[in-house]
């Protein structure tokens, strides 16, 4: 395997707009009792009401709501990619556990492998937050006409260096697959440079790891980069987890990304 592979590698974005590039997309909305906006969506073939959330960090609804769900095949126990906790706007952290959405419909907008939370307790509200509305640039609310103005966000993203790290022999196969499938992506995030980790991490290292796929950055402006490699990955269904690493090192690594991969997990 090569230790260092120097090319240019494009990731695609989850949105796939159902219009023209530059045209408005318009979503009506209603409000409740609580004057709260309130908006349909099409998740996995089936329509459900949610409330438009813009301080919302992703999509998220209640156990009730997903167990009705699981039980009319709406979604599968494979779209349950980890447990986790989560807080709430109250301040108080809760059970919770992470999700995928293949799918979901906004519109005339089709949005895929849209991560969400699934919360531990009942009468939660369903929120649609920025995990669905970070792909659009700017969103309006026309009051007048109860309508959601979007438009859509020009991604054009680039990183200097992205470190594979097998953890172990058998995870190499994985990882020239997952270079294989950068090459042949659409062109949206451009990378530089991939380095492959030649040797295996030390054992304690990768107990540490929650999932098949860790992307890890250390900068706050390689967010989103990171975000769009998740996205990628999840839709190569991937078990995926993000990892901030920047409260273990004393100055940020500015555009450089690992992802650990250990298939075993």
């Not at 293949?102 to 937050?129: F, H, Q, S, T």
């Not at 640039?137 to 993203?157: A, Y």
């Amino acid at each position: 395997m090569f230790n260092q592979i120097l090319f240019t590698v494009f990731l695609f974005s989850s949105l796939i707009a159902h219009s023209q590039k530059n045209e408005d997309i318009v979503i009506p909305f209603t409000r409740n009792s609580a004057n709260i906006i309130e908006i349909k969506t099409n998740i996995n073939g089936t329509e459900q009401q949610f409330i438009f959330d813009t301080g919302a960090s992703t999509v998220s609804f209640g156990k009730d709501l997903f167990n009705k769900l699981l039980k009319d095949s709406v979604f599968t126990n494979d779209d349950i990619i980890a447990k986790t906790n989560t807080r709430l706007a109250n301040g108080s952290l809760v059970y919770a556990w992470q999700i995928k959405i293949r799918k979901i419909k906004i519109g005339k907008v089709l949005l895929e492998n849209i991560e969400a939370i699934v919360i531990d307790g009942n009468n939660v509200p369903p929120l649609l937050g920025q995990s669905v509305l970070e792909n659009f640039g700017t969103i309006t609310i026309d009051n007048q006409k109860n309508e959601l103005i979007l438009k859509k966000k020009s991604i054009n993203i680039q990183l200097n260096t992205l470190k594979l790290i097998p953890c172990t022999t058998s995870d190499q196969e994985i990882t020239e697959k997952i270079i294989a499938d950068f090459k042949t992506s659409k062109n949206e995030i451009y990378i530089t440079k991939i380095d492959i980790e030649q040797n295996t991490p030390p054992q304690k290292a990768i107990d540490r790891l929650k999932n098949q796929i860790t992307i890890r950055y250390f900068d706050k402006n390689d967010v989103k980069k990171a975000i769009h490699l998740k996205t990628k990955l999840l839709s190569l269904n991937y078990m995926v987890t993000l990892e901030d690493m920047q409260p273990y090192y004393k100055k940020p690594i500015p555009d450089y990304i690992e992802i650990w991969i250990h298939n075993n997990y």
